[in-house]
């Protein structure tokens, strides 16, 4: 069973950020929000790994809570 990398492994930071911002480009927030949905299950059939996919939900829901309450 894999695990969630966690190691710094994106390379070209500002290119990716980029391509996520133009991605949102002339869209409401309802086209928005369904653009990252779709996003996020089109990364999850890539990744392919429920134990991987559940651990970083997890970590992601944990970290915005605490953001939440800070």
């Not at 409401?28 to 970083?56: F, M, R, W």
Request: glycine share 2%; net charge negative.
């Amino acid at each position: 069973m894999a695990s969630l990398n966690l190691t710094q492994n994106l390379k070209e930071h500002d290119d990716v950020y980029q391509a996520l911002t133009d991605m949102h480009r002339d869209m409401s927030d309802e086209q928005s929000e369904k653009a990252n949905a779709k996003l996020i299950l089109l990364l999850a059939n890539h990744i392919g790994d429920p134990a991987v996919l559940a651990e970083a939900a997890a970590i992601v829901r944990a970290n915005t809570l605490g953001e939440a309450h800070s």
